[in-house]
């Protein structure tokens, strides 16, 4: 395998400064619409990039679900460790990368933990199997095989037959609150386009960093 001297055309397609307007929201739902109309599988998925308890770096990938009064909302265990990690520090970084089109999105802000309401409303959407394994599922814990964890569901699956799934109060959103935005095009010749925003008062200003 020769990753060293293995590289990509890029098709060219330019990030201007005309065609951002002052608002990084609007401009990240428009990439991400424009990731779901290449085809691009998963487009809502984001690299979620906390500290841990210890000071370390720590990353994993979770699914965008809405853009909502200025946040950016996920789902997960509240007894997880990235959980507990945003609970002792709130800063996070998040990352959409979607190859097909060139392009990277990068997020800092702060999360907090949704309200109840929200979590049990998007909870009550889901398909009953997500509300199950939501359930039964201390996440990241270890377990001793997966047997364990298939009974745990059938037997939970067979208590709950023909009764609505009750809302797990270990589980829910947090809504990331972005105080930056880079927005990174791929260009040939590694000439790529960078545009960076950054929350000064209740504006937004931009910036082209170099690449
Ligand atoms: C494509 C993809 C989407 C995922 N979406 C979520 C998600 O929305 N919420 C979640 O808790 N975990 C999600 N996961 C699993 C996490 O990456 C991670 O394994 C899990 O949340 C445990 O992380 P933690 O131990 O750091 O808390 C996803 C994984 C992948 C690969």
Known sequence: MDLKNFREIIREKPLLESEVSNDPFGFLKQWIQEAIDSGIRQPNAMNLATVDLRGNPQSRVVLLKEFIDGHLSFFTCYDSPKAKEIDRNSHVALNFLWFDINRQVRVLGKA????????????????????????????????????????????????????????????????????????????????????????????????????
């Not at 889901?126 to 394994?133: G, K, L, V």
């Not at 047997?147 to 023909?162: M, N, Q």
């Open 112 to 211: 907090k933990k949704s309200s109840k309401e929200y979590s049990e409303n998007y909870f009550k959407s889901r398909p009953r199997d997500s509300q199950i394994a939501a359930t039964i599922s201390l996440q990241s814990g270890v377990i001793s095989n997966r047997e364990v964890l298939e009974t745990k569901y059938r037997e939970f699956e067979e208590k709950y037959k023909d009764k609505e799934i009750p809302f797990p109060s270990n589980w829910g959103g947090y809504l990331v609150e972005p105080s930056e935005f880079e927005f990174w095009q791929g260009r040939s010749g590694r000439l790529h386009d960078r545009l960076r925003f950054i929350k000064e008062g209740q504006n937004w200003t931009i910036s082209r960093l170099s690449p």
